[in-house]
């Protein structure tokens, strides 16, 4: 069964550091992985897309990795802001085109 | 620029009623998704449709149903609505060929 897995549920970091998410999906043949940011209550907001033939995105202080053979993606936060504070799910397409989402990563960043 | 729009943004219905959800692509955009997030859930696959055809469906019930029309706007029909129904369903747009998917703001369904 193809799974998507974020640990931790919840993060809280202070203000300015720089801080990692963790994605993590049972599949290796995946086809791309996409990064969403939600606010409560919220719409999806997406951040990155990396395809499967790539290792990274780069989108000002965020960074996404994609390691396939480890079935890892990790989102980079540099300077961490208050206005970061959201839930941050990934989602991996496995070449049938619908995402299948992590349980996501509750982030508060603390002033 | 032109975003994903859904109408309505919130929704309150009585158990065993029906509702129609609909949603507007970015213009050019030929694909269609749906998703259903639960409370404290992570979004969940329904049904998506590509050039007005079904192309995949996951864990969508039979009470559900959904269509993509000529200007490529899509609808989702839900009738004898439950309690657990209650959730905030999102359509996606995209286009063939590019891998991102383009999100809507989601409508809130609240089943009483």
């Known amino acids: 069964k193809q799974e998507v897995t974020q640990i931790p549920a919840a993060l809280s970091v202070p203000e300015g550091e720089n801080l990692v998410l963790n994605c993590s999906f049972t599949?290796?043949?995946?086809?791309?992985l996409q990064w969403f940011r939600q606010d409560p209550g919220k719409g999806l907001t997406s951040l990155l897309l990396?395809?499967?033939?790539?290792r990274e995105q780069t989108s000002g202080r965020l960074n996404a990795s994609l390691d396939k053979s480890s079935g890892r993606s990790t989102l980079y936060i540099a300077a961490s802001q208050p206005g970061d504070s959201a839930t941050y799910l990934c989602?991996?397409?496995?070449?049938?085109?619908?995402?299948?989402f992590g349980t996501g990563t509750r982030l508060t960043i603390i002033p | 620029a032109a975003g994903v729009i859904q109408s309505p943004r919130h929704l309150i219905k009585e158990k065993r009623e029906t509702a129609t959800l609909k949603c507007y692509p970015i213009?050019?955009?030929?694909?269609v998704y749906w998703y259903q997030q639960g409370p404290g859930q992570d979004p969940q696959f329904l049904i998506s449709f590509y050039e007005k055809m079904q192309s995949d469906k996951g864990s969508i019930p039979d009470r559900f149903s959904a269509q993509q029309f000529s200007d490529y706007h899509s609808e989702l029909n839900m009738s004898s609505l439950e309690l657990g129904d209650s959730a905030l369903y999102f359509c996606?747009?995209?286009?063939?060929?590019?891998?991102?998917?383009?999100f809507g703001p989601g409508t809130r369904l609240t089943v009483l």
């Open positions: 213009p050019r955009h030929d694909t």
């Open positions: 599949d290796s043949a995946i086809y791309n």
């Open positions: 989602a991996a397409n496995f070449g049938n085109e619908k995402l299948t």
């Open positions: 990396i395809q499967s033939s790539q």
């Open positions: 996606a747009g995209g286009l063939a060929g590019d891998d991102t998917q383009y």
